[in-house]
């Protein structure tokens, strides 16, 4: 045994872990022991160790998980999609605080819901298959797309938002020719405005689909949201988007 080494009960102290945690770093070869007694099993640990062990604590502190670890020991650049993951979670615990404030202050499904006979409309869209996590992008990306004709901005989503593959469209309203064209009917339809941002769209939409499953109406697909005020022209907290869902003839 060289002196030099010191227990494993000795090093956690130094290193500000426990014993069970350098065992567990051990068993995932994260942090192996200098030497380990043969005949007693005791673990033996070289002072030189001590900045890796102090890294992986470091890094278990701000939830790097374990198997990325050894990558980051490796390359610190590895670190990079941790902090991606964290800036994720940050920015949906904003979303959320959001819109748990304007629950507080709007009370919870109280939307304020029209019944109204909406005229046809005829729009040229641009269509994307999509994730449910990437609808967003997919109308922006749909909205580029149909830059240059004029008119009134429009989205068309499924009403089912179960499916893995999601067809959603961007559209404009006008009276142009060509390209891929949807022919909006006429009738009846629940429609609501929501200003502010569209992550928060799923507040307006609850409060829709309550609005009209308690008067025993049926929604009928697509969902159509009209973009009354849109990025191009305002900040997230004044946009205004209004939802309109088709309905079928109330049973009575």
Same mark, same amino acid.
């Given at each position: 045994?060289?002196?030099?080494?010191?227990?494993?009960?000795?090093?956690?102290?130094?290193?500000?872990?426990?014993?069970?945690?350098?065992?567990? !770093?051990?068993?995932?070869?994260?942090?192996?022991?200098?030497?380990?007694?043969?005949?007693?099993?005791?673990?033996? !640990?070289?002072?030189?160790?001590?900045?890796?062990?102090?890294?992986?604590?470091?890094?278990?502190?701000?939830?790097?998980?374990?198997?990325?670890?050894?990558?980051?020991?490796?390359?610190?650049?590895? %670190?990079?999609?941790?902090?991606?993951?964290?800036?994720?979670?940050?920015?949906?615990?904003?979303?959320?605080?959001?819109?748990?404030?304007?629950?507080?202050?709007?009370?919870?499904?109280?939307?304020?819901?029209?019944?109204?006979?909406?005229?046809?409309?005829?729009?040229?869209?641009?269509?994307?298959?999509?994730?449910?996590?990437?609808?967003?992008?997919?109308?922006?990306?749909?909205?580029?797309? @149909?830059?240059? @004709?004029?008119?009134?901005? &429009?989205?068309?989503?499924?009403?089912?938002?179960?499916?893995?593959?999601?067809?959603?469209?961007?559209?404009?309203?006008?009276?142009?020719?060509?390209?891929?064209?949807?022919?909006?009917?006429?009738?009846?339809?629940?429609?609501?405005?929501?200003?502010?941002?569209?992550?928060?769209?799923?507040?307006?939409?609850?409060? %829709?689909?309550? &609005?009209? !499953?308690?008067?025993?109406?049926?929604?009928?697909?697509?969902?159509?949201?009209?973009?009354?005020?849109?990025?191009?022209?305002?900040?997230?907290?004044?946009?205004?988007?209004?939802?309109?869902?088709?309905?079928?003839q109330n049973h009575e």
């Amino acid at each position: 045994m060289t002196e030099h080494l010191l227990p494993i009960g000795e090093f956690a102290r130094m290193c500000r872990l426990s014993t069970k945690q350098l065992r567990h !770093y051990d068993s995932l070869g994260l942090l192996t022991p200098a030497e380990v007694d043969a005949s007693t099993g005791y673990r033996y !640990y070289s002072a030189t160790q001590a900045r890796r062990a102090l890294a992986i604590a470091l890094l278990r502190k701000l939830d790097v998980p374990l198997p990325e670890i050894a990558e980051a020991l490796r390359d610190e650049r590895v %670190l990079g999609r941790h902090l991606g993951r964290v800036e994720a979670e940050i920015e949906h615990r904003r979303r959320t605080a959001r819109a748990l404030t304007r629950l507080l202050d709007e009370g919870l499904l109280r939307q304020e819901v029209s019944l109204v006979q909406e005229p046809a409309r005829r729009l040229v869209v641009h269509r994307t298959v999509c994730a449910l996590e990437e609808i967003g992008s997919a109308v922006g990306h749909g909205m580029r797309a @149909l830059a240059d @004709l004029p008119g009134p901005r &429009w989205g068309l989503f499924p009403l089912d938002l179960d499916a893995s593959e999601l067809t959603v469209a961007a559209g404009v309203e006008t009276d142009a020719p060509g390209g891929d064209v949807e022919q909006l009917p006429a009738g009846l339809v629940a429609m609501t405005t929501h200003v502010g941002p569209y992550e928060d769209l799923t507040l307006a939409y609850q409060g %829709l689909f309550a &609005w009209i !499953y308690e008067r025993g109406h049926r929604p009928l697909g697509p969902a159509r949201e009209a973009y009354l005020a849109g990025p191009l022209t305002s900040t997230p907290e004044q946009l205004v988007t209004r939802l309109i869902i088709p309905l079928e003839q109330n049973h009575e």
